[in-house]
């Protein structure tokens, strides 16, 4: 796997070892009977017969199906010592966090069957093994860090931090479920060590029981991570590294209330303690049939954060601890079914080795060096052609694994790159660029500044302390119920409706309400085609006969009156200043250029190729009076009213007020002024002899500008574009949406929404969101100094930008008129392939499609 400032990517390029799944080494410890079962004279039930086998002596009186024995990995009883059960059946499996594999030890069993006696003492002969190892390694360069959490009543806190506030768990797409904020530090010494240690047992709930004086009313995970560079590089940043943690795992006991005669406090532990150790035990069960299917791992805080040494790349021992006496055997029986399901389960335990491309390269260059000298040696002393060949081949391969891997580390620069440039990131800040172009590819070519790393074989590195290195399966990808990150198959707008906290704009918290509301509007916006025939876009109409034709309004613009009491036709000088802007179509308007076109500034297609019936200056002149009599106050009385029965193609500033509440005073003075300036504007253009076309041109620019600033809907783009054509007529319709737009921009700027602004920036928070993990996105945030405020609404604006499912069905029918316009041939059945289509790097090239682009934003 190749991994370039958080972005990764896998080759098989067979360095390291692969993952190889193994068993769960489950071994059972049998402690011997304490001294209130002595007084009580308990009798006890089971008998170690050999080291891997337990019998259960109190069967046949029970006549229960319960198998009387059960075989293990190892089996200890009595008098077995902690350094025995550490040796036999902890040791390996801990070490291996040495070699670079994830390592995790459990105890599990009722309460006061031996699980902290055990694990404590494991836990230190594990760590002074690893320190001793880790003296004695001198060819390698260690750093050892230190964490420790528990889990109390389903919450998790820091074992190594005084304050008790709980920690949330975050899902990170990397590392799987890793605590947040969680302390994590460097170990300088043994004595350090055990200082810590110390301070975790202090911290760590303890609460007295009938059965356990002592009894652990959380889990504990003790986690040590340790990272290793080779001497040769040390001290060099792009050293290779292995990597891996071993967690020692002291879970609380099961409890029977009427054993522990607990209540209050210790009934509550009791319970939460009972309820996840149910959840670690279906997931076990589930495991041990195999990792088909849901497995329940976000059930409990214990099963999320254990996830990957349950299933997945991790080496697991399991040591279950029995109490001996009658009175637990039924509970001990409940012990022995938990490991005879952790028997089957299996975990991939992979070598993490984090390789920087130097060292990479190095290794490789090494390797060829030495093969091609054998080769020189080999031709001058007579081999065997077979064996020269088989030389020549092996030399072959690296050059094209290197070659590989150049090609990987660019592709991995180049979608870096992307997303930057996305962000208008500068990138003369990446390492391997000069002056924003890339560097040659070769490995020649790289650079001392070169950060990227080769993850080799399967893992990123890990930098959180409590992370579990897996990948979220498809199936468990749930929405979180503490950290509301995104993910593909979750709608944005459920996480923003449950998870965010409203928008600091009012109203906000009425969002999904009132897009239900909207989306009916927009249902009563789209227009009516068979109703109205205003629409007709004939299926086999090629690019150049889409036919539209304006309004017979247009016509009838002296018949103010007659308009008023017709609302079928939107096209009135009223509704253009009342914005109720809207298209219907008798006559025939041909156009045969690209909108596209004229969004890269083409204004000829506005000239050209457009047959329809203009309006004289006279006309606009007499609609602007009739308008400018109007009374302004019952505008919106009347948009209400015609709303039914009109074809309002869509209205933002109704629609955004709608949703964001947004403050509309001043809007109609404003707007009503955007007649007499229109009138005013058009005297001025004639007396001057200005060019009518090159003020056309800035306007439409401005328009398309405010487009994209306010993210107007496609349909309504294209429908005004359909209608304006350039013509000094149009200047009127063009001061109303250029008025329209401003104070929108400005509403929402004021505002300080950000929501409906910006879905450039939207989609690439999106893209940060879904490519990055947490910390990486606010690594970057912080990088391009993106404050606080604006980070939480970036994510907010990535959320709003799949909201609404309808919303892209209703940019179909624009989209399909784009599609037709540009002559797009490729096929595309639903809204979401046309948009995948239209971002695909192929239509980059496909001018007119790639030109739309901007406008398929809804
Ligand atoms: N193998 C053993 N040999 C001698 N004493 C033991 C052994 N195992 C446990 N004990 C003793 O039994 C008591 C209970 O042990 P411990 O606290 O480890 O149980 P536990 O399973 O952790 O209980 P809980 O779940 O309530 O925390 C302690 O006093 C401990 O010293």
């Known amino acids: 796997m190749v991994s370039i400032n958080g972005l990764e990517m896998r080759h098989g390029d067979g360095h390291g070892q692969s993952g190889q799944e193994e068993k ?186 009938s059965l356990n004086e002592v009894s652990s009313r959380s889990h504990q995970i003790i986690r040590l991570t340790i990272e290793s560079t080779p001497t040769e590089f040390s001290g060099i940043e792009n050293a290779s590294t292995l990597t891996a943690s071993v967690n020692f795992v002291d879970l609380a006991g099961s409890e029977r209330a009427s054993q522990t005669l607990s209540a209050g406090t210790r009934l509550k532990e009791g319970c939460h303690i009972n309820r996840s150790l149910l959840t670690l035990g279906t997931v076990i069960r589930k495991l041990s049939k195999g990792r088909n299917g849901h497995i329940p791992y976000r059930d409990s805080k214990l099963t999320r954060i254990l996830q990957n040494s349950l299933g997945g790349n991790a080496r697991t021992a399991i040591i279950c601890t029995l109490s001996p006496a009658r009175t637990h055997v039924e509970q001990s029986r409940n012990t022995l079914l938990f490991a005879v399901c952790a028997k089957e389960v299996r975990t991939s335990a992979q070598v993490n080795v984090v390789m920087s491309e130097k060292a990479l390269v190095k290794q490789l260059q090494q390797e060829m060096a030495k093969l091609q000298s054998e080769l020189k040696n080999m031709s001058s002393t007579n081999h065997s052609e077979a064996i020269i060949k088989e030389k020549e081949h092996q030399i072959q391969k690296m050059e094209q694994e290197m070659e590989g891997l150049a090609r990987e580390r660019d592709l991995a620069r180049a979608r870096l790159e992307e997303i930057l440039r996305a962000a208008g990131v500068d990138q003369n800040l990446l390492p391997w660029t ?64 449950q998870y965010f906290a409203p ?16 989306k009916k509007d927009q249902i009563n ?157 058009a005297n001025n253009s004639s007396n001057s002899g200005e060019d009518w076309s090159l003020v056309f041109e800035k306007q439409r620019r401005k328009i398309i500008e405010l487009w994209d600033e306010c993210n107007i809907p496609l349909l309504h783009r294209t429908y005004f574009f359909l209608l304006i054509t350039g013509e000094p007529s149009d200047s009127v319709y063009i001061e109303v949406e250029l008025r329209r737009l401003s104070f929108l921009k400005q509403t929402v700027d004021h505002a300080a929404s950000g929501r409906a602004l910006n879905l450039e920036r939207a ?38 930008l799949w909201t609404k499912t309808d919303d892209i069905e209703h940019a179909m029918d624009s989209a399909k008129i784009v599609a037709k316009l540009v002559g797009l041939t490729e096929p595309y059945n639903t809204p979401k392939e046309l948009f995948a289509l239209s971002f695909s790097p192929k239509h980059e090239s496909h001018g007119l499609l790639s030109s739309w682009i901007p406008m398929l934003r809804y």
């Open 24 to 209: 769960i080494f489950v071994s059972v410890r049998l402690r011997p009977l304490n001294e209130k079962e002595t007084a009580r004279n308990e009798s006890c039930d089971w008998e170690c017969v050999s080291n891997d086998t337990i019998i259960c002596k109190n069967n046949v009186t029970e006549r229960s199906t319960y198998p009387t024995a059960y075989t293990f990995d190892r089996i200890y009883g009595s008098d077995a010592t902690t350094r025995q059960v550490y040796e036999e059946g902890a040791k390996r499996v801990a070490l291996s966090a040495i070699n670079g594999i994830n390592s995790s030890i459990f105890a599990y069993g009722q309460t006061s069957s031996g699980k902290t006696y055990t694990m404590s003492g494991i836990t230190q002969y594990a760590l002074s093994d690893i320190f001793d190892h880790i003296n004695n390694q001198h060819d390698r360069e260690f750093v050892l860090k230190f964490s420790a959490i528990e889990i109390y009543n389903e919450c998790v806190r820091d074992l190594l931090s005084t304050d008790r506030t709980p920690l949330r768990l975050l899902d990170d797409p990397e590392k799987g479920t890793v605590v947040d904020k969680l302390t994590e530090v460097h170990l300088r010494d043994w004595m350090h060590l055990m200082e810590l240690l110390a301070h975790c047992e202090a911290q760590r709930q303890i609460g007295e029981t």
């Open 434 to 497: 000069e002056s924003g172009h890339l560097r040659a590819s070769s490995w020649d070519g790289h650079s001392e500044s070169d950060r990227s790393e080769f993850v080799v074989n399967n893992r990123l590195r890990s930098h959180a302390s409590l992370d579990t290195y897996s990948y979220p399966d498809k199936n468990e990808l749930q929405i979180p119920d503490d950290d509301p990150y995104f993910f593909d198959n979750i709608s944005p707008s459920e996480f923003m409706d």
């Open 503 to 518: 928008d600091p704009i009012q109203g906000m918290e009425n969002t999904a309400q009132t897009m239900e509301s909207i």
């Open 525 to 681: 916006e789209t227009p009516d085609h068979e109703q109205n025939s205003s629409y007709i876009e004939s299926p086999s109409s090629s690019v150049t006969s889409v036919s539209y034709s304006r309004s017979p309004s247009l016509k009838r613009t002296d018949d103010a009156h007659d308009q008023d009491q017709n609302s079928n036709y939107m096209e009135s000088p009223q509704s253009s200043v009342t914005e109720n802007v809207s298209y219907t179509r008798t006559a025939s308007l041909k156009r045969s250029t690209s909108c596209g076109a004229m969004i890269e500034g083409d204004s000829s297609v506005f000239e050209k190729n457009v047959v329809a019936e203009s309006r004289s200056e006279g006309d606009i002149k007499r609609l602007c009076r009739q308008d400018s009599q109007h009374s302004a106050t019952s505008r919106d009385e009347k948009e209400m009213q015609q709303a039914e029965g009109d074809v309002i193609v869509y209205n933002p500033t109704r629609t955004l007020q709608k949703v964001m509440n947004f403050d509309m005073t001043g809007y109609e003075d404003y707007m009503a002024e955007a007649t007499p300036k229109a009138i005013e504007a």
């Open 763 to 800: 989609m690439l928070a999106k893209k940060l969101l879904r490519k990055f993990s947490a910390k990486e996105r606010d690594e970057l945030f912080e990088k391009w100094g993106i404050d606080l405020e604006s980070r939480n609404r970036r994510v907010q604006l990535s959320q709003l």
